[in-house]
């Protein structure tokens, strides 16, 4: 968006503009200036009242006009300051250094009414001019709104959603946010007035990362989808195969917005772990898909396509790789030799050469509770939801089949995972009388194994470099995961590299 051309909105009413103030107030972060210009009645303490009311998350807080003490102090949602201001009467700039002005709103959200009597000052501005707009009716106002500052590119993205919302029927609904995963984006319930409810995804394009190896970002190598348009081109596939992806309801493909069908929160285990009717279902699916011939390259929009990336050794490795470089330091407090680093690689490589698949198929990669919704409501294997699966690669059928049934976050016995890889084969010989068990066995056990290794890394990540310590808690259950699987005799030197180096995560046999 040019900062120079303003983004124009007719008010038609004194709730538009409140409702305008409450939009406008997701866009701020602290150390923001909101900037209100306009006349005498224009509507700039009508649109500040409904911000501030928004960013304290207290409807009915009494937000007075500022005009005769000029600064009004406001506790913010999660503690950030919301500094009010009125320098209509400000006599000049030493004034407001009396008043405290710079201390005040340093790290606070700062909406100003007559911002031109501010000297010159840095960090983002959202500017906000309005008019009164009587052709357009009596109580109509008009409101330019530009952003500088760095505040640009979140003024973009707001109005992209707004547009989306509007356009899509979606315009009066409540949002509620979700929780989110272990990712960026973010996931948000739209509730409209008639109670109809689907789910906003917020999923800008993703910029490339700093190069890590071979001038490669770490997303490139490991295959991680850059833009919501891998999610679309997936989501359109699986339903065409007649599975429970969710419908998209609308769309902005460029902004990173999708409006999805909820598919609601009933899940595939409860406080007992694994509802074991609701994973025989699910690796129902797997059977179901890992069965049928899959296409590379799925359509995105009209003219617009998404190839679907190999899980290649390179990925594989690397992901393992986080294992010695965040789980060894932070959680086993070991730093490892260059030999020993170059050992490992050898015997990863090693063990993933072994398991290349003759017919590569679509690994949805985080096929796991979180991401299965039940749906009772269905018949057969559309009773399965499926989402998060926008980082869908081509590889081994085994991955998802371990993502399943060695969920990081669900205790499921050996016995219990030993009798769902048996429906399993057995669903897939059903389909193909030539399904290698032996072979599926294998593969199992590596990528389980490898996978495993890397969710012990990317967990120690989460805590040591994004402060979310919770994962943690997942550490044994993984390490169990990974001891079933290096009992495989394919990962013989796998479990030797690991009892010598870190001999905590080996279990005795």
């Known amino acids: ?4 051309i303003p983004w124009e909105i007719v008010l038609p009413d004194e709730s538009a503009t409140e409702d305008l103030g409450r939009f406008l107030a997701e866009l701020l972060r602290p150390g923001d200036l909101v900037a209100l210009s306009g006349g005498l009645g224009g509507g700039k303490t009508t649109l500040a009242r409904a911000l501030i009311r928004e960013l304290a998350d207290a409807p009915d807080l009494d937000v007075p006009s500022p005009t005769f003490t000029l600064i009004q102090p406001y506790e913010g949602s999660g503690g950030v300051p919301v500094v009010h201001a009125d320098l209509y009467r400000l006599r000049g700039p030493d004034e407001l250094v009396e008043l405290g002005f710079d201390e005040a709103t340093e790290r606070a959200i700062a909406l100003v009414e007559w911002p031109d009597r501010l000297p010159p000052r840095s960090g983002p501005v959202l500017a906000v001019d309005l008019a009164l707009k009587p052709d357009f009716g009596p109580d109509a106002r008009l409101a330019r709104i530009i952003g500088g500052g760095g505040m640009a590119e979140r003024l973009t993205r707001a109005r992209a959603l707004r ?42 394009p993703r910029a490339d990362g700093p190069a890590v190896r071979d001038g490669k970002p770490y997303s490139a190598i490991v295959k991680l989808a850059e833009s919501v348009h891998a999610f679309v081109a997936v989501d359109r596939g699986l339903r065409a195969l007649g599975l429970s992806a969710p419908r998209i309801l609308g769309e902005d493909l460029d902004a990173g917005l999708l409006i999805l069908e909820d598919l609601g929160a009933e899940p595939v285990v409860d406080a007992g772990g694994p509802r074991p009717e609701r994973y025989a279902e699910a690796v129902k699916v797997l059977a179901r898909l890992h069965g049928t011939p899959l296409p590379a390259v799925l359509p ?6 998404h190839e679907l990336p190999p899980y290649d050794l390179e990925a594989l490795l690397f992901e393992a790789e986080l294992l010695i470089d965040w789980y060894a330091p932070v959680v086993a407090g070991t730093r490892l ?9 050898a015997v990863w490589a090693e063990a993933l050469r072994g398991i290349e698949p003759e017919r590569p198929t679509w690994v949805l990669r985080d096929y796991h509770s979180p991401n299965l919704i039940w749906l009772p409501e269905r018949d057969g294997l559309e009773r399965v939801g499926l989402i998060d699966f926008q980082d869908a690669v081509l590889g081994h059928a085994a991955y998802d089949v371990a993502s399943l049934l060695q969920d990081a976050r669900v205790d499921a016995s050996a016995e219990f995972e030993l009798r769902l890889l048996g429906l399993y084969a057995r669903e ?11 072979g599926f066995a294998h593969a199992y056990a590596v990528l389980g194994a490898q996978r495993a290794t890397k969710i012990l890394g990317i967990f ?11 994962y943690l808690a997942h550490l044994p259950r993984i390490a169990g ?21 870190l001999p905590q995560l080996v279990l005795p046999t």
Do not use: C
């Not at 989306?164 to 979606?170: F, M, N, Q, Y």
């Not at 315009?171 to 984006?185: K, T, V, Y």
């Not at 897939?428 to 032996?438: I, T």
């Not at 995961?481 to 180096?501: K, M």
């Open 1 to 4: 968006m040019d900062e120079r």
């Open 460 to 470: 120690a990540r989460l805590d040591r470099r994004d402060g979310k310590p919770a």
């Open 481 to 501: 995961y990974l001891n079933r699987n290096l009992a495989h005799p394919a990962l013989h030197r796998v479990r030797v590299w690991t009892e010598t180096h």
């Open 428 to 438: 897939r010989k059903v389909r193909d009388a030539e399904f290698d068990v032996q």
């Open 300 to 305: 995105v929009s009209e003219g617009q396509d």
């Open 163 to 204: 547009v989306l919302l509007d356009r899509s029927g979606w315009g009066e609904a409540r949002r509620e946010l979700m929780q989110g995963d272990a990712s960026s984006r973010a996931y948000e319930r739209l509730v409209n007035p008639d109670g109809s409810r689907a789910v906003l995804m917020i999923s800008p």
């Open 337 to 345: 030799s260059p030999l020993a680093r170059a050992d490992f690689l």
